[in-house]
């Protein structure tokens, strides 16, 4: 009987325990995902001629005069992905030229320890017309500094230095906080229009999830035709 009692006891004991250490899960989860929801940017208000896919200062790769067709990338300089998918819009421009506007958005992964540096140090060449240049040497270089736990800040420094860009200029918005906030607008606007991963492309506002460089042809001459 005693035994019984005892085994009745230490079930109850242990229900106690495990209850406890679900509820202080459920807490801890919930505190992240709020932190997670407060440190999420928001995205800024859309002005005439914005959308968010497409903003005033978004880098456009190249413009179409008749603006009937947008390619937009939402892109991160240390994803392998994206830079797989490099060489397929470089070729995609070259076959729609005057034809397609291409336009590159930043959305740096947290868990990519230098994209979010890569990002800006690619805005701060855009700030001596150098965007596309330094766009494609990040791509070009990226398994020299990606996948690294180590600040990358003297190799972007050195791509600057390369391009012949004023590097006082260059270093000062490099570190300026207004150029993360830049990167952090375009950010937001991924989030909004459900960017989880990258590369993640919308044509003419519809995502696309093409599986090779047939699927995106076909994508933009129905698009053309259209």
């Not at 005892?6 to 229900?15: F, I, P, S, T, V």
């Not at 995205?43 to 937009?72: C, F, N």
């Not at 700030?127 to 990040?138: I, K, L």
């Not at 229009?193 to 076909?218: C, I, M, W, Y």
Request: hydrophobic residues 45%.
């Amino acid at each position: 009987m005693r035994e019984q009692e005892e085994r009745a006891r230490r079930r109850n004991k242990n229900l106690a325990v495990s209850l406890t250490v679900i509820g202080v899960f459920v807490v801890v989860l919930a505190a992240v995902f709020v932190v997670n929801r407060l440190s999420a940017p928001e995205p800024a208000a859309v002005a005439a001629g914005e959308s968010q896919y497409v903003r005033a200062d978004s880098h456009k790769l190249q413009t179409a005069a008749d603006g009937k067709v947008t390619l937009v990338e939402f892109l991160d300089f240390e994803c392998e992905a994206c830079r797989a998918a490099f060489p397929v819009v470089e070729d995609l421009r070259k076959q729609y030229a005057g034809k397609v506007t291409f336009v590159a958005r930043y959305f740096p992964l947290p868990g990519h320890f230098n994209a979010e540096r890569a990002a800006r140090a690619v805005e701060a060449a855009a700030g001596q017309g150098n965007f596309e240049a330094m766009y494609q040497r990040m791509y070009e270089t990226q398994t020299q500094w990606g996948e690294k736990q180590v600040p990358a800040d003297d190799v972007f420094r050195g791509f600057a230095k390369k391009l012949g860009l004023d590097m006082t200029a260059w270093e000062k918005a490099y570190n300026d906080p207004a150029t993360l906030e830049r990167i952090k607008k375009d950010v937001a606007d991924g989030q909004a229009l459900g960017v989880t991963g990258t590369p993640t492309f919308f044509l003419n506002g519809q995502r696309l999830q093409p599986q090779s460089e047939a699927d995106f042809k076909a994508a933009i001459d129905a698009a053309l035709a259209g």
